[in-house]
C-alpha cells in the first residue's frame, strides 16, 4: 500500500510503499507530460520538501545518472 508523504502539483510526488521511497518525477514534453518513478536512497530518505524540489530537477536534468533506479513495470 502506497502512502502519499508530499505532493508538489506538476513537479513530484513522493510515495511510500513497505521499506521503500519512491519519488515520481514529472517530466515535460511538447505536447504531453509522462511521470517515472525512482527508488530513493542514502541521505535523500530524509529529504525535506525544499530538497525533494531541487532532487525532481536534477533528475529532469541528468535522467541518465538516476536511469538505474527508475521503476518500470
Known amino acids: 500500500m502506497r ?6 502539483n506538476w513537479d513530484f510526488i ?18 504531453t507530460d509522462t511521470s517515472k518513478e525512482f527508488i530513493l536512497k542514502g541521505d535523500e530518505l530524509n529529504y525535506d520538501f525544499e530538497q525533494l524540489k531541487k532532487l525532481a530537477e536534477d533528475i529532469r536534468n541528468n535522467y541518465e545518472n538516476y536511469k538505474d533506479r527508475e521503476i518500470t513495470e
Request: aromatic residues 24%.
Open 14 to 31: 513522493l510515495y511510500e510503499e513497505g521499506n521503500n521511497k519512491i519519488f515520481r518525477v514529472v517530466f515535460y514534453q511538447s505536447f
Open 3 to 8: 502512502i502519499e508523504i508530499y505532493k508538489h
